[in-house]
């Protein structure tokens, strides 16, 4: 098994360019969650899915969409790329949702100039 | 305000010895807490999982206790080595509630 795996590894956009941060999971795993990591920050939930078809916003959604039209795959789009979205963005999958335990990507590293 | 508090924010401790990383939560009604391990440049990755009812579980060298009553948790590491150089997460899940509550992690370097 690959596990979560994300691309691109790394990214540098423009301010106002859109762009999708892919992310794959073949475990099976209905429950998928996207993350940002910030410097002194806690990881933040931008988007979560509890299974295909079904998605909801988390703790920082604005600027962010996703759709889950598969199990495996869960991508997360930016619209319109802010200085602000420069993050460290991870995928990540769970067996049994938020309760079970995690299994993240290998991560993404976004900046936005 | 955040529901998970760690400290300390970060150490620097000598190959082979021990320390003790802390966690406070404020999470409620409480479900399960973990702890993670993430290495610089990857994703987090487990290292215990802790229920109410748990007060000590051991993973190598890593010790985790859990305190349900004062809402407390540790990660012991012990005879400590260059490979646990990282940040330590200590994450809290909540009954009812698809979403996890995310300490901002302990940063563990290990010197020789």
């Known amino acids: 098994n690959a596990g979560v795996t994300q691309t691109p590894k790394f990214q540098v956009l423009k301010t106002g360019q859109s762009m999708t941060l892919q992310c794959a999971q073949d475990m099976n795993h209905e429950y998928m969650s996207w993350y940002r990591q910030d410097p002194g920050m806690g990881l933040r939930l931008i988007h979560y899915s509890v299974g295909a078809g079904i998605t909801d916003q988390g703790e920082v959604p604005n600027g962010y969409n996703v759709s889950r039209s598969t199990t495996e795959d869960f991508p997360l789009r930016l619209l319109s790329a802010a200085p602000s979205q420069t993050s460290v963005y991870f995928c990540?999958?769970?067996?049994?949702?938020?309760?079970?335990?995690?299994?993240f990507g290998p991560g993404t590293r976004l900046t936005v100039t | 305000k955040n529901q998970v508090e760690q400290s300390p924010q970060s150490l620097i401790i000598l190959e082979g010895k021990n320390c003790t990383l802390q966690?406070?939560?404020?999470?409620?009604?409480?479900?399960?807490l973990r702890w993670y391990k993430q290495d610089t440049g990857r994703g987090p990755v487990s290292l215990t999982i802790m229920t109410f009812s748990e007060n000590t579980k051991s993973n190598g060298r890593y010790t985790a206790t859990l305190d349900a009553d004062t809402k407390q948790s540790s990660l012991h590491i012990t005879a400590s080595q260059l490979s646990d150089s990282a940040s330590y997460i200590c994450?809290?899940?909540?009954?009812?509630?698809?979403?996890?509550?995310f300490g901002k992690g302990n940063q563990v370097v290990v010197i020789p």
């Open positions: 990540a999958s769970s067996l049994t949702g938020s309760l079970g335990e995690q299994y």
């Open positions: 994450v809290v899940s909540a009954e009812g509630n698809n979403r996890l509550a």
């Open positions: 966690c406070n939560y404020t999470v409620s009604p409480f479900s399960n």
